[in-house]
C-alpha cells in the first residue's frame, strides 16, 4: 500500500500539469508572436531606414523624432529587450533547470526597463505632441519603473513569490506598447475622433488595462491558494 500511494500521487500531479503546462506554453508562444511581429512592424524600419524622412513620417515619426533619434532608439532598444526576454521569467520548469539563465534574462530584463525609462523620460521632456501627452507617457514610465523596482526589490529580500507578481506586473505594463498599438491601429480607434484625444485614450488604457486584468489574475490565485490551504 505503501508504494501505490506515491506512485498515484505522481501520476494526479503528472496529470494536473499536463494541461498547465500546454497552457503555459500556447500562452508564451502566442505573447512572444505578438511581440516580435510587433518588434517587424513598428521598430525595425528605424534600425532598417535610419535617415531623417524616416524618422520625420507624417504617420509614424514625429518633428523631434530625428533631433532625439538617440534617445528615441534607446527608448525602443530598452523596450525591445524587455518584450522579449519577460516571457521566459514566468516559465517553472525554466526557471528549476536553468536557474543561472534565468537570473541573467531577469537581468537582461530589468536593464531593458531601465535604458528604455532613461530614453523615455528625454522623450517626455522633448514631446512634440503637448504637455498631455507627455504626461500620459511620464505615467506610463512611472508605472513601468516602479513595477520593475518592486521585482528587483523584492528578490533582493529573497522574497520570491511577491518577486514573481511584480515582474507579471512589469511584463504587463512593457506589453503596453503593443497594447497602444492594437487599440490604435485595429480597435475602432480610426473611428474615434478627435485623433488627439484617441491617442490620449489609448496611451493610457494601453497600460492600465493590462495591468488591471493582471491584478485580477494575481488576486485571484492567491485567494484560490488560501482557500486550498484553510
Aim: aromatic residues 16%.
Amino acid at each position: 500500500m505503501s508504494t501505490v500511494a506515491p506512485s498515484g500521487q505522481v501520476m494526479t500531479s503528472a496529470k494536473g500539469r499536463t494541461p498547465n503546462f500546454t497552457a503555459k506554453l500556447f500562452a508564451s508562444t502566442a505573447i512572444l508572436s505578438i511581440a516580435i511581429a510587433f518588434i517587424l512592424e513598428y521598430v525595425f524600419r528605424y534600425y532598417l531606414h535610419y535617415s531623417e524622412a524616416a524618422f520625420t513620417d507624417p504617420v509614424h515619426g514625429a518633428p523631434n523624432y530625428w533631433a532625439m533619434r538617440g534617445w528615441l532608439l534607446m527608448h525602443m532598444t530598452g523596450g525591445m529587450v524587455a518584450l522579449l526576454t519577460g516571457p521566459w521569467q514566468f516559465w517553472t520548469g525554466f526557471r528549476a533547470r536553468y536557474v543561472r539563465l534565468h537570473r541573467w534574462t531577469g537581468r537582461l530584463f530589468l536593464s531593458g526597463v531601465a535604458v528604455g525609462c532613461a530614453g523615455a523620460i528625454r522623450m517626455i521632456l522633448g514631446t512634440t505632441f503637448g504637455w498631455a501627452y507627455g504626461f500620459g507617457l511620464a505615467g506610463l514610465a512611472a508605472a513601468w519603473a516602479t513595477t520593475a523596482g518592486m521585482a528587483y526589490y523584492a528578490i533582493l529580500s529573497g522574497r520570491i513569490q511577491i518577486h514573481k507578481e511584480w515582474m507579471a506586473r512589469a511584463y504587463a505594463v512593457t506589453f503596453s506598447f503593443v497594447t497602444f498599438r492594437v487599440l490604435n491601429d485595429y480597435f475602432p480607434g480610426p473611428r474615434l475622433q478627435p485623433d488627439q484625444d484617441r491617442a490620449l485614450t489609448f496611451l493610457w488604457a494601453g497600460w492600465a488595462l493590462p495591468l488591471l486584468v493582471t491584478e485580477v489574475i494575481l488576486q485571484l490565485r492567491r485567494m484560490r491558494s488560501t482557500v486550498t490551504s484553510g
